[in-house]
């Protein structure tokens, strides 16, 4: 893939966008990931997985762009490598992979869709799809993000916009676990994601939960909302582990 763009969406994260360097399509399904490959430390190949952050309706077919959200940690493998990434720069990725989508015989009335850190980018691209869900059956859906400031709360902007547009089906509730934003509107929450999720009173019939991030907040939510009463089936998760 051929880097097209770089900027910087938070002081440790790094949005991406790729086209493939053969000209054509990446074809994938919102909520699936690629695998960046590279030299690792010890000198011997190694993968690191991105979920797509391309918002694109694929009712129009598969687009161009690859886009990503890439974590920076110090002395990071990866973070050396897409740090000197300059535009017209290739990689080489394989996939998409994962299961971590929206099906598309969900019968739900709600989606939960809960993150933290980059944990969010499978849902920035899920947003053309969940506003025909929106559009066709009148489904209601929450993207509960945690992060420790307003700074770090990477594609807030779409998500915020897509509120706007659906106000009476689309909240978008970010929640501070340092530095609470005044500014952020009635939606917005101090602590952490998890102390927040009795609050959407979770409904065993109708709602269907996405968890993505930290693995820690991912495993609490998981067991709160399965106390909730949620089937397994309605409860589905990606874990974000960083690597060296």
């Given at each position: ?34 695998q ?17 952050a391309t ?48 099906l ?20 920035r ?7 025909k ?24 902007d ?87």
């Amino acid at each position: 893939m051929k880097l097209v763009a770089k900027r910087m969406l938070a002081p440790a994260v790094a949005h991406l966008s790729f086209q493939r360097a053969d000209g054509q399509a990446l074809d994938y399904i919102p909520g699936q990931f690629i695998q960046i490959h590279l030299i690792g430390r010890d000198g011997e190949p190694t993968k690191r997985s991105y979920s797509l952050a391309t918002i694109h309706d694929h009712a129009m077919g598969p687009g161009e762009a690859v886009d990503i959200a890439a974590s920076f940690v110090p002395g990071g493998t990866a973070t050396a490598l897409f740090e000197g990434l300059k535009e017209g720069d290739e990689v080489t990725a394989s996939g998409p992979f994962g299961r971590f989508c929206l099906l598309p015989n969900d019968a739900n009335r709600r989606y939960l869709l809960i993150a933290t850190g980059t944990g969010v980018t499978p849902y920035r691209s899920m947003l053309p799809l969940l506003e025909k869900a929106i559009l066709e059956r009148g489904v209601q859906v929450v993207v509960l993000f945690g992060a420790r400031s307003e700074a770090e709360l990477i594609y807030a902007d779409d998500f915020r916009a897509m509120a706007a547009k659906h106000p009476t089906h689309f909240r978008f509730v970010p929640c501070y676990s340092r530095e609470f934003n005044e500014a952020a509107g009635p939606d917005a929450r101090r602590g952490y994601v998890t102390e927040q999720i009795a609050a959407l009173e979770p409904r065993a019939e109708g709602d269907i939960a996405y968890l993505c991030g930290n693995p820690n907040m991912v495993d609490a939510a998981f067991e709160t909302l399965k106390a909730a009463g949620l089937p397994m089936p309605a409860l589905r998760r990606e874990k974000y582990v960083s690597g060296k």
